[in-house]
């Protein structure tokens, strides 16, 4: 592959390694669309640093390691990957109008990995970013009692933030996979539902509370298909909510999802959300929500090693798009794709291409 240039204002990386995220797989599948096909996706990053533009005035040099937040959902499964970075404290940023209704930055919240975290461990600081942006904005109250929709990396993470550092006083998580809901009970959830056979209970659960079970709900999923019973899970969480309780939507899709508006007038419940659009946060606030991230997986305080359960070179094809068709099934949840670092050089990397109507 060769190597692309690095711009005045960017530097350039060679790729560490790649999670593989839901907004990935969305593209994949065709819950998402680009604009513009084919696609390298891939944003959950880290990468070393190898070119620094004339005009970058971030404290980067060569050899640094960096992860980022923001700018694009592509790009990151090449080899190599280059960015106009951010770091926090830096002034200078611009944004532009995307087409997608909000306002993005021209540049991306980026800090410096230290050589002690490894690469696996590192690509993790973006989709913590994403949550912490979210919890950080929305938060609950502590002792107030929380439901997770959704026990995904997204989901997983939340819950450790809830339970560890904004004093939630339980957290109930609700997904369609055992393993998963296991997996969230060993991180800090005090209860797990499994909305595929468990609807009942939870039915239950909402008439003898009287709809006044929960203070809190945060959605982590993204597009969602009905589940075999029929029930509505994000209906279930409103249900849930006290009257007047606080519901946060962090995952996305751009297909469309039911929204339960009599459930909200009726209830008068909080819908909230942290925006993308940098005129309402702007890309330097994340840039010091990434270094909260990198600290907290640094030190241990989220267990973010649990949240990997594969990893697979990078160049082969196969194993990648496999990664790809089974996201999700039977319990996995980060696929971590690694390039190898020998001293016989890769000869030919062959980056993930996606296509329109590429789908599982």
């Known amino acids: 592959m060769r190597e692309p240039v690095c711009g005045p204002d960017e530097v350039l990386m060679r790729t560490e390694a790649v999670s593989i995220c839901s907004t990935d797989v969305s593209y994949f599948r065709g819950h998402l669309s680009p604009g513009q096909w084919p696609i390298i996706p ?10 620094i533009g004339s005009r970058v005035e971030a404290p980067i040099r060569p050899g640094d390691r960096l992860v980022y937040w923001g700018q694009t959902d592509f790009g990151g499964m090449a080899e190599f990957r280059a960015i106009r970075p951010l770091l926090p404290n830096q002034a200078g940023e611009t944004s532009w109008y995307t ?3 909000f306002y993005d930055a021209d540049q991306a919240a980026a800090i410096v ?3 002690t975290v490894p690469s696996r461990l590192a690509t993790l600081v973006e989709p913590l970013t994403s949550v912490l942006r979210s919890l950080l904005v929305n938060p609950p109250r502590p002792g107030d009692v929380c439901v997770v929709l959704g026990a995904g990396p997204s989901g997983l993470l939340a819950t450790q933030v809830l339970d560890r550092l904004l004093g939630a ?14 997996t969230a009970l060993s991180l800090g959830a005090t209860h797990g539902f499994d909305i595929a056979t468990q609807s009942g209970e939870l039915k239950r659960l909402v008439r003898e509370h009287r709809d006044h079970f929960a203070d809190y709900v945060f959605d982590a999923l993204p597009h969602v298909a009905t589940v075999d019973n029929g029930d509505d899970v994000r209906r279930m969480g409103m249900s849930m909510l006290r009257p007047g309780g606080t519901y946060v939507i962090y995952g996305a899709t751009e297909l469309a999802q039911p929204i339960h508006t009599w459930m909200i007038l009726a209830k008068g419940l909080q819908v909230r959300a942290t925006p993308f659009d940098v005129r309402l946060f702007p890309m330097s606030r994340s840039a010091h929500v990434a270094r909260i991230a990198l600290t907290l997986i640094e030190s241990g305080v989220i267990q973010a090693e649990s949240l990997i359960t594969d990893v697979v070179p990078a160049t082969d094809e196969d194993l990648v798009v496999s ?10 949840l980060k696929t971590s794709l690694c390039y190898s670092r020998s001293t016989t050089p890769i000869e030919e ?7 329109a109507g590429m789908s599982v």
Do not use: C, Q, W
Request: aromatic share 6%.
């Open 42 to 51: 891939g944003h959950e990053y880290v990468g070393k640093v190898v070119e």
């Open 99 to 101: 087409e997608r209704n």
């Open 113 to 115: 990995v230290p050589e």
């Open 169 to 182: 006083g339980a957290v109930t998580v609700i997904d369609k996979d055992p393993e998963r809901i296991r």
């Open 323 to 332: 990664a790809f068709a089974g996201y999700g099934a039977r319990g996995s």
């Open 349 to 355: 990397p062959v980056p993930l291409l996606l296509a």
